[in-house]
């Protein structure tokens, strides 16, 4: 059996490397295929992941009914089993030989080349009979519906060519000037003598034609018709930077699992539904179905009547829609966890408890409403699509965006890939009323922030995202102190911790978790900060103060238009900025003076010296 060509992690396929998605192997530049293209290896190794309550949003989202989520692809230790894993296309199919020559201008410059001009997949032979190494060329050209293709680059250089002669077809090459790499100093030539800047590119938008909807992650020549914008104008195809962070956004959607009756009866009936329950006429069936041993272990607690109900609702398509939003529900559990009772039982997917402080008391504690230590705590996570250029992230509700123009990740969506996340977490709530009279202090900061936004939707006019607020922007520039604060101390990484941020009329909070899937989720940590989550708030509020790089830093306004960082305050690498892997919001919607007062602002902070009082 082949070796694969390279491996990573089932997480980093949602996360990182999904369908469509660019990446380099170890002697290739490809695109990730599409589901179509992914192999268990044997359907026994093709595992299912339960989870109702996310089933449904996708099935909405996508309206898709039916739909099922499976995990990624995992590598067999057995070397006889059959082959799994996820199959990729080579793209692009545009190369750069490693034979550097003297342009008519001085200029380097090296041969541009194509793959059917290849000699075994990885050589191209020069003009001395040589043969040479190639590299990828580093541009391709994409569309924001997600499609993307290798430039066509005679008609990049000769412009679209006269009714009645023929195209030219001769020798191109890529001349540089400099060392920077600016496209401004990138060039194509054509043997023929004409050339254009690869600048013009990004100046004219026509440069690169209109878009032909490719999709080579579904196979080499499949293409969706018809590509247009929202107004129904034919889409150009942009210049894309194939490593550029723009190449590839997924859109993704997670929830914690929460204790549910009725979500458990409905996982009850999946594990069953295609073997037994889908085949049973009529609820005076169900006893005699009951007598097999997988159904009355399944089944063991609900009665023929609340069986019979799931059935006749999974039979009427799919389920109602939940009235409560994803993070609603979820805040609503963690809000109502009882408190710690002890050396009681730790099961299930879910654990949460309360905790409760001896006094003395920081002052920090009248900000806080309450903290919850999660012991155990389930997450999953599916990938419905990707965006590219700019990212469709979810609502400060966690629900996602309709209107989206995601790519597919398959010809005809049957299932989604999904993963598990299981670890451990803190929940701090703060109290509302302690929220609604700081917003009316922050009045000023919160519409220069609003205005920065409106800024940013002129360059995105098609952007279905709407100005999420103070309070969530504040909350969540405090989540990202407190994830580099807690780092330092919990055991984990600062990657491998996530954020949650609840912002809504159910209340407000922070959720930090652990967002790995393997064994550095269930160290402990998270739950011990949680004990002394005062002192913490404490310092993380502390390391707001000031940034390394002050002043220019706290004096940034969203407003300005030369910097065209229209997301964010104050904030930068130097204090607020972390992984983006453990944002829900890709590093956008940040301010620190929010949080607290800055060398460039005061007046707008939810934390003020006298909340910062040792006791």
């Known amino acids: 059996m082949a070796r694969p060509n390279g491996q990573i992690r089932r997480g980093q396929i949602i996360n990182v490397f999904g369908p469509g998605a660019l990446m380099d192997l170890p002697h290739h530049a490809a695109i990730v ?15 299912k992941i339960i989870e109702p309550r996310l089933l449904h949003k996708i099935e909405v989202a996508l309206e898709r009914p039916g739909l099922t989520m499976y995990e990624p692809p995992a590598d067999s230790l057995d070397p006889d089993a059959p082959p799994s894993g996820v199959d990729v296309y080579r793209f692009p199919e545009w190369f750069t030989a490693q034979y550097q020559m003297k342009g008519p201008q001085g200029q380097r410059t090296r041969p541009l080349v194509h793959r059917r001009n290849l000699i075994a997949q990885t050589k191209w032979q020069g003009p001395d009979r040589k043969n040479y190494d190639i590299v990828p060329i580093r541009f391709v050209q994409a569309c924001p519906n997600g499609h993307i293709s290798d430039v066509d680059w005679y008609l990049f250089v000769h412009g679209i060519h006269a009714e009645g002669t023929e195209p030219c077809r001769r020798d191109l090459f890529l001349d540089e000037w400099g060392t920077s790499g600016d496209l401004s100093e990138v060039e194509i030539r054509c043997d023929c003598g004409k050339s254009k800047k690869l600048i013009n ?3 004219d938008k026509t440069a690169l034609s209109w878009c032909r909807g490719r999709r080579p992650w579904l196979g080499g020549s499949n293409f969706e018709p018809n590509c247009r914008d929202p ?19 997924p859109q993704v959607l997670s929830v914690i699992s929460i204790p549910d009756e009725d ?4 996982g009850a009936v999946e594990k069953i539904w295609e073997d037994h329950l889908q085949y049973v006429p009529s609820i005076d069936d169900l006893p005699s179905e ?37 993070k609603h529900a979820e805040i609503e559990t963690l809000l109502t966890s009882p408190d710690s009772i002890g050396q009681d039982k730790i099961e299930g997917d879910f654990y949460a408890r309360r905790w409760r402080p001896e006094p003395p008391l920081n002052a920090i504690w009248n900000k806080i409403d309450r903290v919850v230590l999660i012991h155990r705590r389930r997450e999953v996570v599916s990938l419905i699509g990707f965006t590219r250029f700019e ?5 400060i509700d966690g629900e996602l965006a309709i209107g989206v123009n995601r790519a597919a990740l398959a010809d005809e969506i049957r299932w989604v890939p999904a993963i598990e996340n299981r670890g451990e977490g803190v ?7 302690e929220i609604r009279s700081w917003r009316q202090r922050a009045s000023n900061r919160e519409i220069e922030l609003a205005e920065g936004f409106k800024l940013w939707k002129k360059q995105y006019p098609n952007s279905k995202a709407e100005f999420v607020g103070a309070p969530y922007i504040m ?3 405090l989540a990202h102190l407190l994830i580099t604060q807690v780092s330092l101390e919990c055991g984990y990484s600062s990657s491998a911790i996530r954020e949650r941020v609840y912002a809504g009329e159910a209340g407000y909070g922070i959720l930090l978790y652990t967002g790995s899937p393997d064994s550095e989720g269930t160290l402990g940590g998270l739950v011990e900060i949680g004990r002394k989550i005062d002192l913490h708030l404490r310092n993380a509020v502390e390391l707001g103060r000031l940034c390394s790089n002050d002043p220019v830093c706290a004096q940034h306004s969203a407003k300005q238009p030369l910097e065209e960082r229209f997301l964010i305050g104050a904030a930068c690498h130097g204090c607020l900025l972390i992984s983006e892997t453990s944002c829900e919001r890709f590093n956008q919607y940040l301010d620190r003076s929010l949080v607290v007062a800055t060398v460039g602002a005061s007046g707008a902070e939810f934390f003020t010296d006298e909340d910062l009082v040792l006791p």
């Open 290 to 326: 009951r007598r097999r041993a997988k159904v009355a272990a399944a089944l063991e607690g609900y009665s023929d009547e609340a069986v019979w109900s799931e059935i006749a609702r999974r039979r009427g398509g799919s389920s109602a829609a939940p009235a409560k939003s994803i």
């Open 263 to 266: 979500e458990k009866l409905r």
């Open 33 to 47: 295929g599409g589901l179509d293209t992914w192999q268990w290896g044997g359907d026994d190794r093709k595992r």
């Open 475 to 477: 909350l969540h520039s």
């Open 231 to 249: 107004k129904g104008q034919p889409t150009f195809n942009r210049l894309l930077n194939r490593s550029a962070s723009n190449a590839w956004f």
């Open 201 to 203: 590119a990004l100046e």
């Open 427 to 433: 929940f701090i709530s703060f109290k509302s009323e």
């Open 391 to 395: 990212p469709a992230t979810n609502d």
